[in-house]
């Protein structure tokens, strides 16, 4: 593995920067696998009887995290698609200290992620914020959203709004954000350990393009955040241009006042402090952490902002019939049931707010998507089935390991079901999705989209 002489010439001189080791750990093959679980299904005790991680270490900036002792077919364990953890990097989970450091979680908070697919950093920020807050998951191009909204899905909450917007859109929400965070598009050498095909990418051009797009995409949204409101920017470069010289163009130019976090000596993150305004960031080099490169830095908005003038958009509620055909299948009666072609539920506290995003951008997914209701019956959506929403009164039937798979790979299956008609199929307790047992066959309704295409028969995480 070469790495560019021209990156290694930027990287002399910037603080925590040790050529030899850097080097060094580039060259090893050295390869560093995690994962960070959704409190919302699972608790870490549980996590750490799962067979298949054996010994999991805990990535220590954060409370859900977790090291892997080997990297596992995750395609293969049904835990993973019932959305009980996310893969993520570890050095990119320092965002939970960043955003509880600077933003005060016990309140309700208006949340963008502007930059968010495919869903680490929202996943993430969703498992934050308290069940009154609304995060904002946004991504710019379609078919990255389709993907991010299929990760949120997964994840199960109802106080996220996935929208596939230009950052420019946001302008339109005057004020209307307490936090954003933009993990913005890079030359991305932070992942050259991981990824080699990264290295060929790379040139000193890519940085100046990729520093320019940087400044124009939180040019455009910043409109949208309000005043005191915090700024959180990383990226997954080593470029000092991405990192501390954009710091520097908030604080000097954007009106913005830099915040230090505190760190535990022990994690070995470096605290830079960038030339001009000294203000600080963190990086992440992987001869220290166990990580890939990452820099993060956050901000507070001094600045007046501009109200926004938007209309709320008016929003379609369920008829009353429809409400009684569908709380039976509900845990809750905290949640609006509206319709928008089907029918979808929002936490009563947010639909104020929703209303204002509707009117402003491209939703393409809200709350958790429920169903249709057709002849008086709900004919359940997916996104329910793997929900926080579900009744414990909807049947399930439990499903062993084999038939997981074959499910999940939306292929004809044969079960015992104690009970006709619409249930959940679980594996370990969790919700994997929708069956129907009729009375001579049953019905496979995991979406087609979403099914395992990858022929294996790894059997990593058979019991
Ligand atoms: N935050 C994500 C996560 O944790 O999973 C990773 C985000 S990735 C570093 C940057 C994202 O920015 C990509 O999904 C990319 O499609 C998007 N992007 C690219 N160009 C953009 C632009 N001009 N404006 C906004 N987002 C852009």
Redesign the pocket.
């Known amino acids: 593995m070469q790495l560019p002489q021209a990156l290694i010439n930027q990287l002399e001189g910037v603080k925590g920067f040790e050529k030899e080791s850097f080097l060094e750990v580039h060259q090893s093959g050295a390869q560093v696998t995690s994962v960070r679980l959704n409190p919302q299904k699972v608790s870490a005790d549980a996590f750490l009887q799962h067979s298949a991680f054996a010994l999991p270490e805990r990535v220590p900036w954060t409370a859900n995290g977790f090291y892997l002792t080997k990297r596992p077919s995750f395609t293969f364990d049904p835990l993973f698609h019932a959305g009980t953890y996310y893969v993520q990097e570890a050095s990119?989970m320092f965002l939970e200290q960043a955003f509880t450091q600077t933003a005060d979680v016990s309140k309700p908070l208006n949340v963008l992620?502007?930059?968010?697919?495919?869903?680490?950093?929202?996943t993430h920020l969703q498992s934050l914020i308290s069940s009154d807050s609304l995060l904002v998951s946004n991504?710019?191009?379609k078919n990255?959203a389709g993907i991010l909204r299929q990760n949120i899905i997964k994840w199960g909450s109802a106080n996220v709004v996935v929208t596939n917007n230009?950052?420019q859109h946001f302008a339109r929400l005057g004020g209307f954000f307490d936090v954003m965070v933009v993990?913005?598009?890079?030359s991305g050498s932070g992942l050259f350990r991981r990824d080699s095909e990264a290295i060929r990418e790379w040139s000193e051009e890519a940085v100046q393009l990729c520093c320019g797009?940087q400044k124009?995409?939180i040019a455009d949204a910043l409109p949208a955040l309000k005043e005191e409101g915090i700024l959180i920017y990383s990226t997954?470069s080593y470029s000092p241009q991405e990192d501390e010289e954009l710091a520097d163009w908030l604080v000097g130019e954007m009106g913005m006042e830099n915040l230090r976090l505190s760190l535990t000596e022990d994690w070995n993150i470096v605290e830079t402090e960038s030339g001009e305004t000294k203000a600080f960031g963190y990086r992440f080099f992987p001869d220290k952490v166990k990580g890939e490169g990452f820099y993060i830095a956050a901000f507070k908005r001094k600045n007046k902002h501009v109200e926004g003038r938007l209309k709320a958009a008016r929003l379609e509620k369920c008829t009353a019939k429809e409400q009684d055909i569908v709380q039976p299948w509900l845990n809750t009666t905290s949640v609006q049931l509206l319709k928008h072609h089907s029918i979808y539920a929002l936490p009563h506290t947010l639909v104020e707010s929703y209303s204002l995003v509707r009117s402003a951008l491209s939703i393409q997914y809200a709350g958790v998507a429920i169903g249709e209701v057709m002849k008086n019956k709900l004919v359940p959506d997916h996104a329910l089935a793997v929900s926080g929403l579900l009744s414990p009164a909807v049947a399930q039937t439990p499903l062993n390991f084999n038939e997981a798979i074959r499910y999940l790979q939306k292929a004809d299956f044969n079960i015992e079901t104690s009970v006709k008609g619409w249930q959940t199929v679980t594996y370990g307790g969790h919700n994997l999705g929708w069956i129907n047992a009729l009375q001579n066959r049953i019905n496979n309704y995991y979406p087609k989209e979403l099914r395992i295409l990858k022929q294996s028969d790894d059997a990593a995480f058979e019991k």
């Not at 992620?113 to 929202?122: F, H, M, N, T, V």
């Not at 993990?183 to 890079?186: F, G, I, R, S, V």
Request: aromatic share 0%; proline share 12%.
């Open positions: 990119s992620d502007l930059c968010a697919a495919p869903g680490g950093k929202s991504e710019v191009i990255r230009d950052p993990d913005a598009p890079c797009r124009r995409i997954c």
